[in-house]
């Protein structure tokens, strides 16, 4: 969506580097940096420009970020109204937060348990198949090109070895008493 008021909006859309004065809106073309730098080329243009295509998109995000994070004085007063928590209400979500920390703690300790069986293979075709979200067909050109393994890679054998490996993850899981996700 553009919106004529961004300024990263107008840059982005624009072939030259703009900037603004007031109402005022000025483009810097590639004929005016070449006349102005005759010594430069076109590429040192174009490196301008991604340049101020990108502080203007982390300008644009930092207003963004700002305007969601604040409150406009009219509705300061509605909003302000009440939004002090109990003490009752912080002590329940101290102890619910408590609570979820130890939950999750467990779980990271099982499913380091569970990790360990897999063999080195399959550790590493998991991780990058859920941890990294490598496709299959990723998996196999990356094992051929960076592990130079002697062995054919195949789609399937990859397929079957990530398939293997959630096996023996369900498996220890259960073995744990925990449900497994699949």
Same mark, same amino acid.
């Given at each position: ?90 002590? +329940?979500?101290? +102890?619910?937060h408590q609570s979820y920390l130890e939950h999750h703690r467990q779980m990271r300790q ?58 023996? +993850? ?12 699949k």
């Amino acid at each position: 969506m553009f919106n004529a008021k961004s300024d990263y909006a107008i840059n982005k859309k624009n072939e030259g580097i703009v900037y603004r004065n007031g109402d005022t809106i000025f483009v810097y073309t590639l004929n005016d940096y070449l006349h102005d730098n005759p010594y430069k080329a076109p590429a040192d243009f174009r490196a301008l420009k991604e340049s101020s295509d990108e502080d203007y998109w982390m300008t644009d995000r930092d207003d963004s970020d700002y305007s969601k994070r604040t409150v406009s004085f009219k509705d300061f007063d509605r909003l302000s109204q009440g939004a002090v928590p109990s003490r009752e209400d912080e002590l +329940i979500d101290f +102890i619910d937060h408590q609570s979820y920390l130890e939950h999750h703690r467990q779980m990271r300790q099982q499913m380091h348990v569970a990790l360990a069986t897999l063999t080195e293979k399959q550790l590493r075709r998991y991780k990058l198949h859920i941890c990294d979200g490598l496709k299959v067909v990723q998996i196999v050109e990356f094992e051929q090109r960076e592990l130079l393994e002697m062995a054919n890679i195949t789609h399937q054998s990859i397929s079957e070895s990530i398939k293997a490996a959630k096996k023996r +993850i369900a498996k220890s899981l259960v073995k744990q008493q925990v449900n497994p996700v699949k």
